[in-house]
């Protein structure tokens, strides 16, 4: 029996505690992918079990359920959507200092997609999780300095929080800070340093970074030309549905280069990036198929 003459029915035990701290890491490594759609699996899946346990603990005052029903209340998952709803248990985890939950509402500003879109406010929201080290918020930070949203347009800013957020882990800010050292922008161009960039965020799995560095690779870019590597970052990038790696690759197959010729293999990455309204990948279909065609009908005459 508890001696605690304060603990009230709606308190947690040590045991829901930890499960729900569980619970709030995974989540948030989930959401930090870069659309919403494993995130929307994810609650999905656990809503359905955990959402006493959520809405118990959220009223508790704890900060990551707060986040979570929030989350919930903001698409409609499980529950009626209702932005109200979620703003309000966003701000009540802000409030406490919660780096993620004040990124979110910046969020919610910054897209513009269930509140207005207010560049201001998302940019003060971004500032408040930057403070405490929220490595996404950095990058946004970078984001709206680069394009001068919400604040006068400042690359080295811009180049500041990227390079935070980059050097914390985050896979779009190291991206930005490849493709400025490829293009110069911010930084003075230096192909060394965006393949160095662009590495770290493919490694991660970003798919316009494995493009970009497979772009390097063939063309020697920065780094020691090896159009195999090329073929590596080409193809990782084209299973995940990057139209320009998948026709890209499909050049690749076509005219031999990092791989053996393989005409069939071609065809089948142009044809997925055609139907993804890639105008290159269609013409090159179109070509590989008249020279087929051709060769067939020499061969049979």
């Not at 499980?78 to 509402?105: N, Y």
């Not at 910054?110 to 918020?137: H, K, L, P």
């Not at 960039?197 to 970009?212: T, V």
């Not at 995940?240 to 065809?267: H, I, N, P, T, W």
Request: hydrophobic share 40%; aromatic share 10%.
């Amino acid at each position: 029996m508890s001696s605690d003459r304060n603990q009230t029915a709606t308190q947690l035990t040590e045991d829901e505690m930890a499960m729900l701290a569980a619970e709030v890491e995974a989540a948030r490594d989930v959401w930090k992918l870069p659309d919403f759609e494993p995130m929307e699996a994810w609650l999905r899946e656990y809503l359905p079990r955990r959402w006493g346990i959520w809405q118990k603990a959220a009223k508790n005052g704890h900060a990551g359920a707060q986040w979570l029903v929030g989350l919930c209340y903001s698409d409609g998952i499980g529950v009626q959507q209702s932005v109200r709803k979620a703003i309000g248990w966003f701000h009540k985890a802000a409030e406490q200092g919660d780096a993620v939950a004040q990124f979110t509402i910046g969020l919610l500003f910054y897209n513009g997609q269930v509140v207005d879109q207010n560049y201001t406010e998302a940019i003060s929201w971004f500032r408040m999780a930057a403070e405490q080290g929220c490595a996404t918020a950095k990058s946004h930070l970078g984001v709206m300095y680069l394009e001068g949203h919400g604040v006068r347009r400042d690359e080295n800013a811009a180049m500041s929080w990227f390079r935070q957020a980059a050097n914390q882990g985050d896979a779009i800010a190291q991206f930005n800070l490849g493709l400025s050292y490829a293009e110069g922008e911010g930084v003075q161009r230096n192909d060394h340093e965006s393949v160095v960039w662009y590495e770290q965020a493919a490694k991660q799995g970003h798919s316009d970074a494995q493009f970009n560095l497979a772009l390097m690779y063939r063309d020697g870019r920065g780094v020691e030309q090896d159009e195999r590597e090329a073929v590596i970052w080409f193809r990782k990038a084209a299973e995940q549905g990057d139209a320009d790696a998948q026709c890209s690759l499909g050049v690749m197959y076509a005219e031999g280069r990092g791989v053996f010729q393989d005409k069939s293999e071609a065809e089948f990455w142009f044809l997925k990036a055609a139907k993804q309204g890639d105008e290159d990948a269609q013409s090159n279909l179109d070509l590989l198929r008249k020279k087929r065609d051709i060769e067939q009908g020499i061969l049979e005459a």
